[in-house]
């Protein structure tokens, strides 16, 4: 996550950004997106990392046909996809994350099940090529994605990526969490314009599923939960 221009509560960091509000031009650079599809030719790694998670996936949908296929996008470490298993224990859970050194990172105190797998990708490839091999997602996490918080960033946003209409498609349930209640209301302002309703909730104290989570838990801030259902999504697919 980055963390520029933030300022501390105890040991995590709060969001400091110049917007008041939703991007003024966010309409205008989703609605772009949705008119000309993104097309940047897919990066080598990323597509031997579909190709082999692929591989796994269509087994597991062969052995069960109406088998949970759960996606932890931005995973980090990978702790959210080992507590997501945990929780699934049914599922296949896939972790994503663009860094080496997350994905291989050991993670300490949680129990390594059998149903999830992490890989190292591109997810503004990676979602492209889950969309063109329609894998059947049932909940897809988007956990405390990297806020961007300066206004001339937004394009860096998921919501104002070129990856955005793809994006968006994807999963049964579409779960997004922050602790910049702004990140998930444009989120959801683009979500709108797909034709599809959010709603915005308090995170409660359950067990965190990220580290950043954990650190915003503990230092009294407040995190946020968007849920959007990308299956009622129409016109722009």
Request: glycine share 6%.
């Amino acid at each position: 996550m980055n963390e520029e221009n933030n300022k501390s509560i105890g040991d995590s960091k709060v969001i400091v950004t110049n917007q008041t509000g939703i991007h003024e031009k966010l309409g205008d650079i989703v609605e772009k997106h949705f008119c000309h599809p993104f097309q940047k030719p897919y990066q080598k790694h990323t597509q031997k990392a579909f190709d082999d998670i692929n591989t796994i996936v269509q087994k597991f949908l062969i052995n069960d046909p109406q088998g949970e296929v759960i996606l932890d996008s931005c995973c980090g470490v990978g702790q959210s996809t080992r507590l997501l298993a945990q929780q699934n224990p049914t599922a296949l859970v896939v972790g994503v994350d663009k860094s080496a050194n997350r994905i291989e990172r050991k993670v300490e105190g949680f129990d390594a099940p059998s149903n999830y797998h992490l890989i190292r990708a591109d997810l503004n490839d990676f979602y492209r090529l889950v969309k063109a091999a329609n894998w059947p997602v049932t909940k897809h996490y988007i956990l405390y994605p990297n806020p961007w918080p300066k206004s001339k960033h937004v394009q860096r946003r998921w919501q104002g990526s070129a990856v955005f209409p793809a994006l968006i498609t994807i999963g049964e349930q579409l779960i997004l969490r922050s602790n910049w209640r702004l990140y998930l209301e444009e989120f959801q302002f683009a979500a709108d314009i797909a034709g599809l309703q959010g709603k915005i909730s308090e995170v409660g104290n359950s067990q965190p599923l990220t580290p950043f989570e954990a650190k915003y838990q503990a230092s009294g801030q407040v995190c946020w939960q968007l849920q959007v259902s990308p299956a009622t999504y129409a016109s722009q697919s």
